[in-house]
Every structure is written in structure tokens, then in C-alpha cells.
T-cell receptor
């Protein structure tokens, strides 16, 4: 079984400041890792994914994440946020075999302040 | 290219009624997955279909059923609606059953049960 913990339900940050959204996971099998963003009244948009290889993954809109196997973490970072980054961010894992279902965390609401 | 299309966008049903939600995947995508997102939570996996066969089922009661058609579109059916079924229902499509290419989510159907 897998589980995902997003430690912060809300993160307020000023515009142009850096931000880190934390994600920890638990799994007895190998997993792929993902970050999705959800804007109000919309579906989820893929920001980035880790399948294998380099542990530093770059995604869209200037976001990046680092896979840390020993700490079972996959934190999302952005060096300078914009007002338009205000949204809900979800971390997800998916096993590398069997049923390819995402297990999502409960989400982190990023609020960028002017 | 059109994205993942879901219909209807909103609907209101009464307890005990039946509902059918529809999803058209991106052209060429053969996998469709359904997720339920209750307000304030991350999405939860309901079903995955690939090449018209069920590939996985989440922890949902038998009142929930789905199918995939020859054109790869899909329907999610829920019988005997309960108040707790009120949620945003998301459809996601992918080229393959696995998440290697990432899943593309639709904007969802918001179901309200009264």
C-alpha cells in the first residue's frame, strides 16, 4: 500500500519569494512520483514527474522537484513565485507495476501575496 | 487538439437516483481513469480502463460502475446516490495504461446530491 503526506495544508508567500511545498510518501514497492496543480474550478495539470534517472526534475512554469529516496520525499520548489501561481498543489505516487492508480496527498494551497 | 472532455459540467441529483457521467479522452489515448475528489481532499481512484478492459478498481462500492467504448470514450455510472457521493468527478486519459506519459485530466463533473 502507498500513502502520501503533504505536511502543509496552506502556504502563504510573497510575490517573487522562493517557495517549497513538502511531500513525503510511504510505499512497499517502487513508485513513480508526480506533482499536479489545480486552479479553481478546473482539473489537474501535470507540473512534473519522476520516473527514473536524475533525482532533480524540472517541470513547467519554473517549478522543480527533488526525489530523495532515503527520506522518501519529493519536495516541490520554485525560486520566485508569481501571483498566478496561486492554486492547489497535489503530490501523487503511482506504483511502477500492476494497477496504475495515483495515490494523491490532501493538497497544499499556495497563496501568493502581492 | 481537444483536451479531455467531460459532460455534464455540473448536475444536481436527488438521493436514490442514478447518474451517468461521460468522458471523451484525447484523440489517440487508449486509457481512461476516473477519480472522485471530495471538497478539500485529494482525488481518489475509482476505475481505470485500457483498451476497453477494466485494469483496476478502487475501494468504492458496487454502486459505482464504468465502461469504455470502442472509440475509447467512457461512462461512469453511480446508482442509488447518497449525499456522500457529492464530489467533483475527474476523468484522466493517457496513451498507455501506465503513467509514463502522464495523465491528462479533464475539468471534471461536479455532482451535487440533495
Amino acid at each position: 500500500a502507498q500513502s502520501v503526506t503533504q505536511l502543509d495544508s496552506q502556504v502563504p508567500v510573497f510575490e517573487e519569494a522562493p517557495v517549497e511545498l513538502r511531500c513525503n510518501y510511504s510505499s512497499s514497492v517502487s513508485v513513480y512520483l508526480f506533482w499536479y496543480v489545480q486552479y479553481p474550478n478546473q482539473g489537474l495539470q501535470l507540473l512534473l514527474k519522476y520516473l527514473s534517472g536524475s533525482t532533480l526534475v524540472k517541470g513547467i512554469n519554473g517549478f522543480e522537484a527533488e526525489f530523495n529516496k532515503s527520506q522518501t520525499s519529493f519536495h516541490l520548489r520554485k525560486p520566485s513565485v508569481h501571483i498566478s501561481d496561486t492554486a492547489e498543489y497535489f503530490c501523487a505516487v503511482c506504483s511502477t507495476s500492476g494497477t496504475y492508480k495515483y495515490i494523491f496527498g490532501t493538497g497544499t494551497r499556495l497563496k501568493v501575496l502581492a | 487538439d481537444a483536451g479531455v472532455t467531460q459532460s455534464p459540467t455540473h448536475l444536481i441529483k436527488t438521493r436514490g437516483q442514478h447518474v451517468t457521467l461521460r468522458c471523451s479522452p484525447i484523440s489517440g489515448h487508449k486509457s481512461v481513469s476516473w477519480y472522485q475528489q471530495v471538497l478539500g481532499q485529494g482525488p481518489q481512484f475509482i476505475f481505470q480502463y485500457y483498451e476497453k478492459e477494466e485494469r483496476g478498481r478502487g475501494n468504492f462500492p458496487d454502486r459505482f460502475s464504468a465502461r469504455q467504448f470502442p472509440n475509447y470514450s467512457s461512462e461512469l455510472n453511480v446508482n442509488a446516490l447518497l449525499l456522500g457521493d457529492s464530489a467533483l468527478y475527474l476523468c484522466a486519459s493517457s496513451l498507455t495504461a501506465g503513467p509514463h506519459y502522464g495523465y491528462t485530466f479533464g475539468s471534471g463533473t461536479r455532482l451535487t446530491v440533495v
